[in-house]
């Protein structure tokens, strides 16, 4: 009986027009959709940079400083695709 009652509350809350100032789930799916795709272009660049760091340790040819530089790349290219899985996660938590 209770969970009916509550089941037609949510219908009713749901089906509801929406005003202006509330929440809408609407909001909620472009909200998730945003940090989608932000993910996705974050790890795309993320991939660019570990290209290019990769292509540094080729032309580094054993010389110290250039493979200094590549391997900082290496390490800024790691934190951008962990930094897309947790907007991903954001977004599957919103």
Request: net charge positive.
């Amino acid at each position: 009986m209770f969970f009916n009652i509550a089941k037609a509350e949510i219908k009713n809350i749901l089906t509801k027009p929406q005003e202006a100032n509330q929440f809408s789930f609407d909001n909620l799916a472009s909200i998730s959709s945003f940090f989608n795709w932000s993910a996705v272009f974050i790890l795309i660049v993320g991939f660019l940079i570990l290209a290019g760091a990769f292509f540094l340790y080729l032309l580094a040819a054993g010389v110290e400083e250039k493979m200094s530089k590549a391997h900082s790349t290496l390490i800024g290219a790691f934190f951008f695709i962990l930094g897309a899985i947790v907007v991903y996660l954001l977004g599957k938590i919103f």
